[in-house]
């Protein structure tokens, strides 16, 4: 601490200070203005009930459930292929291994591309290479191949970062590298896993673009993951463009995304870490 | 006192080793070469040296730990009751159960204290609640930390003072019952006191398990030791500059270097 005052704030501390705060304040006022707009609407029925006219009256029922779905679907696919792939990465090639350089690029180009290329990827391989049609399927496996990158990439951190010790130690215990890795690393990987998780069920919920051209945007409740079904992020976009008069909707379904998102991520969380403590134990 | 089970462990023999003209290269630069030295049955032997000069490298070819790391290449030849270990016929895995290690920074596993024993029993067969329990029980009694950790087995080991995650590591090794244990500077994290508690038990390890320790402190190299052996850098290559038991080296030493070093006039 130098001789002068405490209370005299120099500048590069208050451009600091100030970019914070206004990252802050936009976050509070988004958040503040969908809260102010949707909170009213919210009830029961809203979440219960099917939309009429055009979304404009009823609820979001089926939607909610598409999106789910969707997720489900994603989660349910992008999970073991990521973990397995960060797996190989961190385990089995070196950072300077020419496969490992490869593999890695490859997903950090992934991880920069427009969601919209996603989605007319998934309209051509899912939905009509596949056969698929618009479905919650081709649209949970186009989200799939969206959050990958995410994954691998924070799960292959995630496995970076367990000390080399424990490697060694369980080597010099006689432990086969199998067991190693089930019993040893995953757990201590997890929470690198979880900041994945985190990342990817949020690009995830929040994805239009590639939605449209593969889950479509039929607000019927789906009946298999083989129907179109149309998601929370559509179904407001839909709402606050092409409807008139269906912004108080729009409003509220923006609400209850944003408690989906962090309800899913403190259910992540939440599990992960019970898991681990489990691991800890017994 | 209750004598553990680990203390009547008296194996009808255990094993010595010797290596003959062993080199371990990290890709093209050597650590050490031409290392020819018994490691007797049941005995403590002691590698001193100053920094970098290829101890915990020598170490890990004993157990074949250098197969971890990329780009290792080992030559010689290293025996284990004249059964040549260098060879790839010989399961790694299975060695490493016969050859224990200690490591310089204590490693206990993020689990709790009972787990980090109980996993490589588990994984070794012993599957038995009552068993592992007995297990734990008396190498932890062996280690000296049953009386401090018996009401909070099932807590975190990471939340263990320095000395005592080091003991719990030295217990995790024991309980698998290996014949021969490499211990690398074992005490060098440890405050005084700890430190001088796991050499109590280092020294107590002698004539049930073959030792190999590595230490930087050369009054526990004397206190501990039977046999001793000076490694030293020449032309960037660890090489083995004397062996021999405590007494010579400490006493009679037969080279200049070693007089020097074990007088503290150079390293
Ligand atoms: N994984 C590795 N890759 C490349 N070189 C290494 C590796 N490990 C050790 N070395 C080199 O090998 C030489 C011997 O290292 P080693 O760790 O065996 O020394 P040491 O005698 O144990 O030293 P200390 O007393 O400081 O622990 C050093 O020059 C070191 O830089
Ligand atoms: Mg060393």
Redesign the interface.
């Given at each position: 601490m130098g001789e002068k005052s405490k209370n005299q704030i120099s500048l590069p501390t208050f451009i600091v200070w100030a970019i914070a705060l206004s990252v802050t304040a936009v976050f509070c006022w988004i958040l503040g203005d969908i809260l102010w707009h949707g909170v009213g609407q919210l009830s029961w029925e809203f979440l219960t009930t099917e939309p009429r006219n055009a979304g404009r009256e009823g609820g979001i029922a089926p939607i909610l459930i598409s999106t789910c779905l969707i997720l489900a679907v994603c989660l349910a696919v992008s999970l073991p292929l990521s973990v397995g792939t960060a797996v190989l990465l961190a385990e089995f090639t070196?950072t300077e291994s020419r496969f490992g350089r490869l593999v890695r690029r490859s997903l950090d180009v992934l991880a920069g591309v427009p969601s919209i290329v996603f989605g007319l990827f998934g309209n051509a391989f899912f939905s009509i290479k596949l056969g698929l049609g618009f479905s919650i399927l081709s649209g949970g496996l186009t989200l799939a191949c969206m959050v990958l990158p995410i994954l691998i990439r924070s799960a292959e951190e995630g496995f970076r970062a367990v000390?080399t010790?424990?490697?060694?130690?369980?080597?010099?215990?006689?432990?086969?590298r199998t067991?190693t890795l089930w019993?040893?690393l995953l757990?201590?990987a997890t929470p690198g896993l979880v900041v994945g998780l985190v990342l990817g069920i949020g690009r995830a919920i929040a994805e239009t673009a590639a939605l449209i051209f593969t889950s479509g945007y039929v607000d019927r409740m789906p009946e298999s993951l083989l129907d179109s079904g149309r998601s929370l992020s559509i179904h407001i976009f839909d709402l606050s463009m092409n409807v008139a008069g269906g912004d108080a909707n729009a409003y509220a379904s923006a609400l209850v995304l944003l408690i989906l998102l962090l309800l899913v991520n403190g259910m992540a969380t939440w599990i992960a870490q019970f898991w681990l403590a489990r691991?800890?134990?017994? | 006192m209750k004598k553990s089970q680990l203390t009547q462990n008296s194996r009808l023999s255990l094993p010595s080793m010797q290596t003959e003209r062993l080199s371990l290269y990290y890709g093209k630069k050597a650590a050490f070469t031409d290392v020819t030295m018994p490691i007797y049955s049941g005995k403590i032997t002691a590698l001193i040296g100053p920094s970098g000069c290829g101890k915990t490298s020598f170490l890990s070819c004993l157990?074949r730990?250098t197969d971890?790391i990329?780009h290792t290449k080992v030559v010689g030849s290293i025996r284990l009751d004249a059964v040549e270990i260098l060879n790839n016929r010989v399961d790694a895995?299975?060695?490493?159960?016969r050859v224990?290690?200690i490591?310089q920074?204590p490693?206990p596993?993020?689990?709790?204290i009972w787990?980090n024993l109980a996993?490589?029993l588990k994984?070794?067969g012993i599957k038995k609640r009552e068993q592992l329990d007995r297990l734990i029980e008396t190498t932890l009694q062996d280690v000296g930390l049953w009386s401090e950790v018996k009401d909070r087995l099932?807590t975190?080991a990471l939340f263990l003072s320095g000395g005592q995650k080091q003991r719990l590591?030295i217990a995790?090794?024991l309980v698998?019952q290996p014949e021969v244990l490499l211990l690398d500077e074992p005490c060098s994290a440890l405050d005084p006191i700890s430190s001088g508690v796991v050499e109590d038990l280092i020294a107590s390890l002698r004539g049930r398990y073959t030792v190999v320790i590595v230490t930087h402190n050369l009054a526990q190299a004397r206190r501990i030791g039977d046999y001793a052996a000076l490694f030293w850098v020449r032309a960037e290559v660890g090489r083995l500059i004397e062996y021999g038991t405590v007494e010579q080296i400490f006493t009679a030493p037969q080279q200049d270097l070693t007089a020097a070093y074990v007088n503290g006039i150079r390293g």
């Open positions: 070196t000390p010790e424990y490697r060694l130690g369980a080597a010099a215990l006689g432990l086969s067991t019993k040893l757990p201590a691991r800890i134990k017994s | 157990n730990l971890l990329p895995i299975a060695l490493r159960r224990g290690t490591f920074k490693n596993f993020p689990f709790s787990k996993f490589p994984e070794h099932h975190s590591c995790r090794a698998l």
